[in-house]
């Protein structure tokens, strides 16, 4: 069994060290003690920035209900909202950098405008992640959720297949033989295709459908540890059953198999009615903002459109 362990089914108490937000600095580095600090300080050529932390220690152990972790994940928004979650799930599980992946986002911080740098970091343990990291890794949740829920209506003839270009992927100019696949609003997906391919026509119904797949599929069902259980039930004809109790190590890892469920159970996914929000999240009853935040917000809009950057004709 694994140091720390997130149950998948849920029901038996998890094991993990809980976390919360915290600034640090060169100045309380040596007094705070958090291993990997320095190195992410180093990864991001800063001298101080926010971090989720597992120091200073609070608790382990806990039952968590995995079952809408990736929904509540997608919805953070603020430092508060994501100190929050730390408290209640630790921290992501996105491993400390070694020297070459220091190297590696150094180089890669002078090509990308965003944080696309952080795409390929290996999942493992470490004591603190960076605000920026968690941030990433929420977008990159609202942004395979969204492409869910446009496949969804595609299906359903809501909308068109052709609006999938430049709505939700655009494929970038060739580099090298090979084109980056980007998100709409211009960062890396983290998928490249051959340029060869690309030169034909793309069918972007079919880039999107893989993507999906393969973006849940490579988080959310790789190193997902069983323990069997043998429970006795007296009937023939072996008078036991086998039992698997999923678990994984990383609390990343746990998030994306609840958005493996998502996707594989068809679940619903609705679009905020906020114009300032459009998040993707699961509707309860009647609900039409994904929070009581965007519930107040969209009111604001409707009451003075134009003090938003709206027209009249879009709040109605
Ligand atoms: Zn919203």
Request: aromatic letters at 10%.
């Amino acid at each position: 069994m694994d140091k720390f362990y997130y149950w998948l089914d849920g029901k038996e108490e998890s094991f993990f060290p809980t976390a919360s937000v915290l600034e640090i600095s060169e100045n309380n580095l040596d007094e705070l003690k958090i291993n990997g600090a320095k190195a992410w300080l180093d990864c991001l050529g800063k001298h101080t920035g926010r971090f989720v932390s597992v120091v200073p220690q609070e608790s382990m152990g806990k039952i968590i209900i995995p079952e809408g972790l990736a929904w509540e994940f997608s919805k953070l928004k603020t430092e508060e909202g994501i100190n929050k979650f730390a408290n209640s799930y630790g921290l992501l599980g996105i491993s400390t950098p070694g020297q070459a992946e220091i190297n590696k986002v150094k180089l890669k911080r002078d090509l990308y405008s965003d944080s696309s740098y952080f795409i390929d970091l290996p999942i493992g343990q470490s004591d603190c992640e960076p605000i920026e990291l968690w941030r990433f890794h929420i977008k990159q949740m609202q942004r395979i959720l969204k492409l869910y829920e446009a496949l969804i209506s595609i299906h359903k003839g809501e909308m068109e297949e052709s609006e999938l270009e430049d709505k939700l992927l655009a494929v970038k100019e060739p580099i090298g033989g090979s084109c980056q696949i980007l998100w709409w609003d211009g960062s890396w997906t983290g998928f490249t295709a051959d340029e060869q391919e690309m030169e034909k026509e793309v069918d972007f119904l079919k880039l999107a459908q893989g993507l999906l797949a393969l973006k849940v599929n490579s988080i959310g069902n790789q190193d997902i540890k069983m323990i069997p259980e043998t429970i006795i039930t007296g009937k023939p004809p072996l008078g036991f059953t086998i039992k698997e109790w999923k678990y994984t190590p990383h609390l990343i890892r746990a998030i994306y198999h609840d958005l493996w469920q998502v996707v594989s159970n068809n679940e619903p996914v609705h679009i905020c009615e906020n114009l300032n929000c459009k998040l993707p999240f699961k509707k309860v009853k009647r609900q039409k903002y994904c929070s009581n935040a965007c519930k107040q917000e969209a009111f604001r809009i409707r009451k003075d459109p134009e003090k938003y950057g709206f027209t009249k004709e879009q709040v109605q």
